[in-house]
């Protein structure tokens, strides 16, 4: 099975530890974000993987190569010269895995309990174009899905600012839930970005852009455990939640 890992982000809100290396490096109970997620994702059965490079990306490849490649095969897409964001980087990661099959999406600075073998299989069976793991974790900014779990729109409860131009939030019609940062795509969703999603561009963008044309659903798992190491005080509950899943 085939995945991918999202490690080319700059890290800005870990500085200063990011002054020096890149996020994907940064030590949890010990080892790195990286080895935590290729660990999950070799014990989950994904033996095919790409790991994009930015923000002090040899540093990346060097650990890798020092782990041999924790003994599956590894791919790297190389973003020094230019960074793709998450939309961009999916679209070139599919042109380098060369079938048809689904590849799952990873953050590389999210930890939880997630079945990832159990995703892609439900993925397999829903026909969807993407599935997008969910929760009813508490946030101001949500997901917005109709009656059969298919992606209709976003909201911000802070704000009222909603997507895609001309939806209308009912919250009898629609659940909302929070996006857990892993998610998996078919090579079908190429067809859906055209012209229009070229270069750098967000993959949230694409998915509210393209959800009234191509299915995008919901894997939902109310009580998800969950960390998103994006801040200093993340990364310090990081290290007694990984002890925990």
């Known amino acids: ?52 490079i930015h923000h002090f990306g040899e540093q990346i490849i060097d650990f890798l190569r020092a782990n041999n490649n924790f003994g599956v095969n590894i791919r790297i897409s190389d973003e020094r010269e230019r960074l793709l964001d998450t939309g961009g980087g999916i679209k070139r990661a599919l042109e380098l895995f060369p079938t048809d099959e689904p590849v799952l999406i990873h953050n590389v600075d999210i930890l939880s309990d997630v079945d990832l073998n159990a995703l892609h299989g439900f993925h ?23 009656k059969e779990d298919r992606l209709c729109g976003w909201i911000n409860k802070s704000s009222g600012e909603t997507k895609p131009e001309g939806f209308v939030y009912n919250s009898s019609e629609h659940s909302e839930y929070a996006f857990s940062g892993i998610h998996v795509v ?30 995008f659903g919901a894997c939902i798992k109310p009580e998800i455990k969950l960390i998103d190491i994006g801040k200093p005080e993340t990364l310090e509950k990081a290290n007694e939640f990984i002890n925990m899943i």
């Open 124 to 146: 397999l069976r829903s026909g969807n174009d993407a599935t997008l793991m969910v929760s009813e974790r508490k946030t101001s900014r949500y997901l917005i899905f109709d």
């Open 1 to 52: 099975m085939r995945a991918m890992i999202f490690a080319a982000g700059l890290g800005t809100r870990l500085k200063p530890l990011t002054d020096t290396m890149p996020k994907a490096l940064v030590p949890v109970a010990g080892k790195p974000m990286l080895e935590h997620v290729i660990t999950k994702l070799k014990s989950s059965g994904f033996d095919d993987i790409i790991i994009n």
């Open 186 to 215: 078919s090579p079908s969703i190429i067809k859906y970005m055209g012209d229009n999603y070229k270069g750098k561009f967000p993959i949230m963008d694409f998915y509210l852009g393209t959800c009234r044309e191509a299915r």
